[in-house]
């Protein structure tokens, strides 16, 4: 990748955002007139990211995902949504009336928000510059199927065709609306140098949309110190942090939207206000088609929505909020039903005796079912809390629980109770939703999947820093303190800044990563406080936003082309668990490269994204996947997919045997087939087959 490329891709991006970021603008001002400041920019993003995703699905329905398509497509619906808004009457801007109601708390709880998000940001760019110094390693979920689904969109320009990237009939069917986002990014840099820091994007929404959570009740840093809290959490920091892991996605998107569903009512509670309610409506979407276990919660949230509306009106913006969600969030659903006949193929969804058909779920378990389990809590829930939460696992679980009620019971108004409830549904939906928790009465994923809860921690904690002021400033001091004693506490676990390594994710590499998360979470402090001085010296600094936002711009430029160079000279070259094949692979070139047993693949994919990677099973009409029968099968499969190469890993993921896989039996017994590399680490072996022509099904050995 040369400089002519990464300027190609500069004005690419240049050409197709800046007329979608000024029709956004144009819609916001048209349709959310009296938002300012935060919110205005944070429905601005989700409009933005509406139009983003909506246009790459239409793309991608006909085979057009692809760079001058989606620039033309991108440039003009920014061009259509400015002219729309601007054909028709300016609302008025925000008046006094709105401002007065926005009541912030004091400097220096202003300055205890700065400092967490310096934390929390410091400790997010540790996990990044590790990813950027040696590839997304840490995270198995990111080069098994994340990452994979990306490419594939890239390379075929198709988003509605499954990609089978293991052996089952599970991971296909999930919705890929941030898969779609890392595909962009490949498409415009001509490679995945972005896919790293993409997080960092989400975790600055997230932040942002406390923020305006918080704003119309004067509490908006203790909001931020609370959402911060919760994103600083081991867990979230080593799975989502410099990787494809989609859990802060689907936070800050459910942040945006009860921000937004906040502001959806006036302080009077009297108007409704149309534009923020469709707004959060959209934010609601694509988060739901982020990841299944948001389903609970964006439910939730739009009955909570429909409970706010008065009762004369509710039938009709049910209608209202059903579309636009649906216009977000339902393209992987209707792909879903299409193919198998059921939105979601892993439940089996009916009324009675009907029902639609379903795909196994196989090794589902509930977090509820360990519940009365002494030994599961001793042994697994516990140590899981303990290593996905941090030391304060406690006050964090304890603090969302007592924001759940107390909205409930003690909110202002309507809006923030029935998202209280929001809440509590979460949390039951978590407990009771089928993962793969682990094996018989032992649940050893169980610490990998408290992820899961954090759609129900994020909302409980918005709403109790919304509802303390309610008990006078001292419990909002209290519960400054309380935000701030997580997250200290948080910084003593030793898989963040200690290098230690978890069950959870690889370990950080060297101590280049954790001195570059200093130097970030300095340059936020530094940045925040010329912010603030800036802005007290020019009222209305506009133009020093302007200027700032300029040079942060001009300062990416600059480093984007060496930091690109950088991460591609060492990217997976030595990356766990595969290294030899890794570094082999990333000198090859448009190559079909066949896979059983071989999760960790994406760096398979090449350096230039350009190598076909397939797992090879055998694909039932139903969709059901099951392992390849034969040597006779096996081999006309690959013949079939007029595969270059064959690499095939002992069978048992997650545990994988010590027994040879049958597979590599079958291709090296041909003698079309070279062994190239037989590589070992502690759980499993791998062998690398050319093929050279086709197998011969005929000359397989009897069974």
């Given at each position: 990748?040369?400089?002519a490329?990464y300027l190609?891709g500069?004005?690419c991006?240049?050409?197709a955002?800046a007329?979608?970021?000024f029709?956004a603008r144009?819609?916001r ?7 300012f400041?935060?919110?205005a920019?944070?429905?601005e993003i989700?409009i933005?990211l509406a139009?983003v995703?909506?246009?790459?699905e239409?793309?991608?329905s006909v085979?057009?995902f692809?760079?001058?398509p989606i620039?033309?497509?991108f ?11 601007g ?6 801007s925000?008046?006094?009336a ?5 009541v912030?708390l004091?400097g220096w ?5 700065l400092?967490?998000v310096a934390?929390v ?8 510059s590790?990813s950027l110094?040696?590839?997304?390693v840490?995270?198995?979920?990111t080069?098994?199927y994340?990452m ?8 075929t320009g ?6 089978f990237?293991d052996?089952n009939?599970?991971?296909?069917f999930?919705?890929a609306t941030?898969?779609l ?5 490949i ?5 995945d140098?972005?896919?790293?820091l993409?997080?960092l994007f989400?975790l600055?929404l997230?932040?942002?949309?406390a923020?305006c ?10 909001t ?8 600083a959490t081991?867990e ?7 990787s494809?892991l ?7 998107l459910?942040?945006a939207?009860?921000?937004l ?5 006036t302080?009077?509670?009297?108007v ?6 469709v707004?959060?409506?959209?934010a609601?979407?694509l988060a739901?088609g982020?990841?299944y ?6 439910g939730a949230l739009s009955?909570?929505a ?11 913006q ?5 579309a ?17 006949g059921n939105p979601?193929?892993s439940?089996?969804?009916g ?6 058909p379903?795909?196994p779920f196989?090794?589902a ?5 360990y519940?009365f389990?002494?030994?599961a809590?001793n042994d697994?829930?516990?140590?899981g809390l303990?290593?996905?939460?941090g030391?304060?696992w406690?006050?964090?679980?304890l603090?969302a629980?007592?924001?759940?009620a107390?909205?409930a019971?003690?909110?202002r ?6 998202v209280?409830?929001?809440?509590f549904a ?10 793969i ?7 050893i ?5 408290v992820?899961?809860?954090a759609p ?7 709403i109790?820093?919304v509802v303390?002021?309610r008990?006078?400033r ?6 400054l303190?309380?935000f701030?004693?997580?997250l ?15 069950y ?5 590499e060297g101590?280049?990563p954790?001195?570059?998360g200093?130097?970030i979470?300095i340059?936020i402090?530094?940045?925040g406080?010329?912010w603030r001085?800036?802005?007290r ?13 300029c040079v ?9 082309f ?11 070259r030595n ?6 094949i890794y570094?082999w ?10 896979i ?13 994204l350009?190598?076909h990677?397939?797992y090879v099973a055998?694909?039932?009409?139903d969709?059901?996947?099951s392992?390849v ?7 006309q499969?690959i013949?079939a ?8 890993t002992?069978p048992?993921f997650p545990?994988p045997?010590?027994?040879p896989a049958l597979?590599a039996?079958?291709t090296?017994?041909d003698?079309?087939a070279?062994?190239?590399i037989s590589?070992?680490n502690?759980a499993?072996h ?5 093929i ?6 005929a000359?397989c050995a009897a069974?």
């Amino acid at each position: 990748m040369g400089i002519a490329r990464y300027l190609i891709g500069v004005v690419c991006a240049a050409v197709a955002f800046a007329p979608l970021a000024f029709g956004a603008r144009s819609l916001r001002r048209r349709h959310l007139p009296h938002l300012f400041g935060a919110p205005a920019v944070l429905a601005e993003i989700v409009i933005s990211l509406a139009i983003v995703v909506c246009v790459s699905e239409f793309l991608g329905s006909v085979g057009l995902f692809r760079l001058v398509p989606i620039v033309v497509a991108f440039g003009f619906s920014g061009a259509v949504a400015w002219r729309l808004a601007g054909s028709t009457t300016m609302a008025s801007s925000p008046g006094a009336a709105e401002r007065r109601n926005v009541v912030q708390l004091g400097g220096w709880e202003r300055w205890a928000a700065l400092g967490a998000v310096a934390v929390v940001v410091a400790e997010w760019t540790i996990r990044v510059s590790d990813s950027l110094q040696r590839g997304m390693v840490a995270t198995a979920d990111t080069l098994w199927y994340h990452m994979p689904v990306a490419a594939r969109f890239v390379q075929t320009g198709w988003t509605p065709r499954l990609h089978f990237a293991d052996g089952n009939s599970l991971i296909v069917f999930y919705p890929a609306t941030s898969e779609l986002v890392h595909a962009l990014g490949i498409i415009f840099v001509g490679n995945d140098v972005l896919s790293p820091l993409l997080n960092l994007f989400w975790l600055a929404l997230a932040l942002l949309a406390a923020w305006c959570i918080g704003r119309p009740f004067g509490v908006a840093p203790l909001t931020v110190m609370g959402i911060a809290a919760v994103l600083a959490t081991p867990e979230l920091v080593l799975d989502d942090a410099g990787s494809a892991l989609n859990d802060v996605v689907g936070i800050a998107l459910l942040l945006a939207a009860v921000a937004l569903l906040v502001d959806a009512k006036t302080s009077d509670e009297r108007v409704l206000r149309q534009g923020p309610f469709v707004c959060a409506a959209l934010a609601a979407g694509l988060a739901l088609g982020t990841k299944y276990t948001l389903i609970p919660a964006v439910g939730a949230l739009s009955v909570a929505a429909l409970l706010i509306q008065p009762r004369g009106k509710r039938a009709r913006q049910a209608g209202l909020w059903g579309a636009a969600v649906a216009l977000t969030g339902g393209y992987w659903y209707l792909r879903n039903l299409v193919a198998t006949g059921n939105p979601l193929p892993s439940l089996r969804l009916g009324i009675g005796p009907v029902h639609l058909p379903s795909l196994p779920f196989p090794g589902a378990s509930r977090a509820a079912d360990y519940i009365f389990d002494r030994q599961a809590w001793n042994d697994y829930l516990l140590p899981g809390l303990r290593d996905a939460l941090g030391p304060a696992w406690w006050a964090v679980l304890l603090l969302a629980g007592v924001g759940c009620a107390l909205g409930a019971f003690f909110g202002r108004s309507r809006v923030v109770r029935v998202v209280a409830v929001v809440g509590f549904a979460s949390f039951v939906a978590y407990l009771y939703s089928p993962q793969i928790l682990g094996i018989g009465r032992a649940p050893i994923y169980f610490v990998v999947n408290v992820r899961y809860i954090a759609p129900a921690l994020v909302v409980g904690i918005a709403i109790l820093t919304v509802v303390t002021p309610r008990f006078g400033r001292l419990g909002v001091l209290a519960l400054l303190g309380a935000f701030g004693a997580v997250l200290v506490a948080t910084q003593f676990d030793r898989s963040i800044w200690h290098n230690g390594g978890t069950y959870i994710a690889q370990p950080t590499e060297g101590s280049a990563p954790r001195v570059w998360g200093v130097v970030i979470g300095i340059a936020i402090v530094v940045a925040g406080v010329a912010w603030r001085i800036g802005a007290r010296r020019v009222p209305r600094s506009r133009a020093f936003a302007l200027g700032s936002v300029c040079v942060a711009l001009a300062a990416l430029l600059a480093v984007g082309f060496p930091l690109e160079q950088s991460y591609l000279s060492d990217r997976y070259r030595n990356a766990f668990p595969m290294p030899r094949i890794y570094r082999w692979a990333e000198d090859v070139h448009s190559a079909r490269i066949a896979i059983v047993d071989f999760f960790a693949q994406y760096p398979l994919y090449g350096k230039d994204l350009s190598n076909h990677v397939q797992y090879v099973a055998h694909r039932g009409r139903d969709r059901r996947s099951s392992r390849v029968a034969d040597c006779e099968a096996w081999r006309q499969a690959i013949n079939a997919g007029r595969y270059d190469y064959v690499v095939a890993t002992n069978p048992g993921f997650p545990f994988p045997s010590r027994r040879p896989a049958l597979e590599a039996d079958w291709t090296r017994s041909d003698p079309a087939a070279t062994l190239l590399i037989s590589e070992s680490n502690l759980a499993a072996h791998a062998w690398l087959f050319k093929i050279n022509g086709r197998l011969d099904p005929a000359r397989c050995a009897a069974p």
